[in-house]
Every structure is written in C-alpha cells, then in structure tokens.
C-alpha cells in the first residue's frame, strides 16, 4: 500500500506534534522541579543564616570543657572506688568483732590508703575512725580484742564518753584505728 502525499504529510504533522507535545511536558516538569529547587535554596539559606557559627563554637566549647570536667570527675571517682575494697574488708572484721562484744557501730570513716612507713620498712596505712556504742565493759573488751586480732593494726586514740549516774545514756567511744600492710599498690 502506497500512501500518498497528504497521508506523509499528516503522518509526518501527527509525529511532530507528539513529539512538540512530549518536550512541553518534559520542559514543565523540568520547570515546576526548578522551582521547587529555588524554594529549597532559599529555605536551607534561610535556615543558614539563622545558625551563628560563633555560638555553635562557644557551645561545642563549653560542651568540651564539661565533658573534660566530668572525664576528670570519672577519674576521681574511680580511685574512690579501687581504694575501699581495703577499707571494706577491715570493715567486715571491725562490724563482726563489735557483734561478738555486744557493741554497735554507730558511725565508720576510712581515709584513703596512704603510703607511709613503719620502723623504716615502706607499707600502706588505712586509718580508720569509728564510733561505738556498749557498756564499758563490753567497749573495753571491743578495743582489747582490736590490739590483740588485728596484729597489723595500732589503736591510736581512744575517747570514752560514760554519762552521768542517773542519765539513761548508753557509754560510748571514738576510736582511731590504723592498719599496716606491707602491700605495694
């Protein structure tokens, strides 16, 4: 079948006509994206120029050196709690020899282990102080038995407060107790 001269030219006339039609949709949404470009430019500088890179910097400043400072309180912290396990012990003998006298510890403090040096041989001391509660005979009996069990610890002070006859008050007294090791830390 042999097309004429008309039939070429409305062929040829439909062809470009989809194909003008096609690049004007194409053109369109190249344009309406464009756009929404442009918004998204001016909306992102917008926001930019809202943030204010001197404050951001004074704030990761102030960021850095609160978390230095709470890195330096971890290590503070830390030594607090590898020191004690020496204090904790020495505290399960004290509390089980107050048990057997029939005194009660009312109040304990350990300082931190501290090098120190008996006779000229270097050791660790642990000094602790406690408050303790009985009748005097049982404090008496308490303080006897800390010089004679703990063969490496020395009594240094012991303050006993006996209230006046009459007074309904339970005896009392404060002892300073240091204990030796000869551990290296």
């Known amino acids: 079948m042999k097309l004429s001269r008309r039939s ?8 470009y006509v989809m194909v003008a039609a096609s690049l004007f949709v194409v053109y369109f949404q190249h344009a309406q994206e464009r756009e929404q470009l442009k918004e998204d430019l001016v ?20 960021l850095e050196g609160n978390l230095n400072q709470a890195y330096e309180q971890y290590e503070v912290d830390k030594e607090k ?20 006298n029939s005194v009660n510890i009312t109040e304990m403090r350990a300082a931190d282990v501290c090098n120190d040096e008996v006779e000229g041989v ?9 408050k303790v509660k009985g009748y005097v005979a049982d404090l008496a009996a308490f303080i006897t038995q800390l010089n004679s069990d703990l063969t ?33 830390r």
């Open 43 to 62: 909306s992102a500088r917008s926001r930019l120029s809202s943030v204010h890179i001197e404050q951001l910097t004074q704030r990761q400043d102030v």
């Open 152 to 184: 490496t610890a020395v009594v240094k002070s012991v303050n006993i407060d006996i209230p006046p006859p009459g007074n309904s008050g339970i005896p009392s007294a404060g002892i300073n107790v240091v204990i030796y090791t000869h551990e290296e």
């Open 8 to 15: 070429w030219f409305i062929i040829t006339l439909g062809f």
């Open 122 to 130: 270097p050791c660790l001391a642990l000094t602790i102080d406690a």
């Open 81 to 100: 709690f590898v020191q004690p396990i020496e204090s904790i012990i020495v505290s399960n003998i004290l509390y089980s020899m107050a048990r057997a």
